[in-house]
C-alpha cells in the first residue's frame, strides 16, 4: 500500500506559483493568481442538478442535464450526490488545477483536511467513514453524453467523476483520488468557476440549500440582471424545451405537490446568500400563468458598503476646521451621509484637509467624488467587459473540447471495427 502514496503535498494547500511546469495549461496560472482562498469548480458540474442536500437511499436517480456545453448528459447509474459530496469534489479539482493538471490525474489529500472541507471540527474515526462514503458515491456514478452525427448514427460516452481513491491512516491520515480522463479534460480546457471558499463555508453553514444555490449562480453569466424558472415550464408546441434546469431542479426540490412551500425554501435561501455575499440583490415572484414562480438575480461586480446612518464625530471635526466652525446643514448632512456610503470617512477628512485657497471646501470634496467614480465606473465597465469575453471564450473552447473528446471515442470505435 505504501508504495501508492508517493505524495508531493498531503493537504489541499495550494503550490507555489513557481512549481508550474511550462506544460501546464494557462487556467492552473489563473486559478493560482486569484489566491488561495479560491476554488476551481468544473463549470457543467457546478451548474448540473446533481447534489442533494440531503442524501436519500433511492440510488435510480436518472438525471437528465442540458448543461454540458450545450450538449445534455444524463446520470444513469449511482448513489445520490449530496452537496458536502460537491465540496469535497471541489477542493479535489482545485488541488488538480493548482498542481499545473499532471497527466497522472491523481490528488494527494489529507483526512484532516477532507473532514474540516466536509464540515467536520474534529477528525476521528466517524469522520473517516463518512469520508470514504462521500468517495464511494463519487466513484459510483456514471454519466452518458450524447453526440448525434449527420448520418443519423450516435456516439454515446460513458463517465464518472472518480476512477479511484485510496485513504490509510499511517501519516496521520491521508489519500488520494483519481479523476476520471473526462473530468481532468474539462478543467484542463479551462471549464472552470472560481468560487471564493470562506464565502460559499459561511452560506453553507448558515443554509445548505443556500450554498447550493450560491455556487449555481456563480457559475452562470448573470451580468446586469438574468431571471430563472423555479419549475421547469410546461411544454410549448413549436417550441424547443429550455437549456437551462430549474431553480427547483437545480436544488432537488422535488416537491411538487407543495409549491408553494418549495417557494418558501428558495426566499429562505435568497435571504441567507444576500446576508453573506452583499453582492447579490436576489428576488422571487409569481410568473405570469398561474402555479409559476420566477426568480430574478443581480449580482454586483463588487461588495458594497454599509451605508451611514450618522456623520463620525472626527468628519464634523474636519468639516468645521473648513468651514472656521460653521456646521453642515441639513442638506449637506444627507449629502455627507450618502458619501460615506462609497467614501471612507479617512478620505473624506484628507480632502477637507487639502481643499487648495479660495476653493468651497464642499464643492471640491464632491467634484473629487465625482472624477473617482467616473473613473471607477470605466474600470468596472472595462472589467465586465473583460469578464464577458472570458466567460464566452470558456464556452466556446469547453464546447469544442467536449466535441472533440466525443470525436475522438467515435473515432476509436470506427477503427476498431
Known sequence: MS???HMQQSSFSPPLMNNLSPAS?????????KGKHTIGHETNLCRAPIWHTRPHSNDDDTVVSPVLFGHPFRKVEGHCLTTTDQRLFAQLTTTYVRSGCPDSRQVPFSLGDAATTMGHDVLGGRQRSLIRSSLGRLRSVTFESAMRHPDGNQTVLGWGLIDGYLVTTRGGGKGWVKLSETVAHLLREGS???LHAPTWEAICADDEVAGRLWSFLESENIGSGWRYSLFTPDPTPGKAP????????????????RPRRVAQRVREACLAIERHDRRYRL???PGSQAGTWV?????????????ATTIPQVLIQAWRQAYRSHLPSPRQRSVLIELLSRRSVEWIVASLDEVPDGTDPF??????DR??????????????????EEKQRESTTGEQSILELLGSVAKRFGQSE
Open 295 to 307: 426568480l430574478t438575480c443581480m449580482r454586483n461586480q463588487t461588495k458594497r458598503r454599509d451605508s
Open 3 to 5: 508504495a501508492h502514496l
Open 25 to 33: 495549461p494557462p487556467i492552473s496560472a489563473t486559478l493560482l493568481s
Open 371 to 388: 472624477t473617482l467614480s467616473a473613473r471607477d465606473l470605466h474600470a468596472a465597465k472595462v472589467a465586465e467587459a473583460r469578464w464577458e
Open 283 to 285: 428576488s422571487l415572484a
Open 192 to 194: 472552470v468557476t472560481f
Open 363 to 368: 464643492g471640491y470634496v464632491l467634484e473629487l
Open 242 to 257: 429550455s437549456s437551462m434546469p430549474s431553480i427547483a431542479q437545480v436544488l432537488q426540490l422535488n416537491w411538487t405537490s
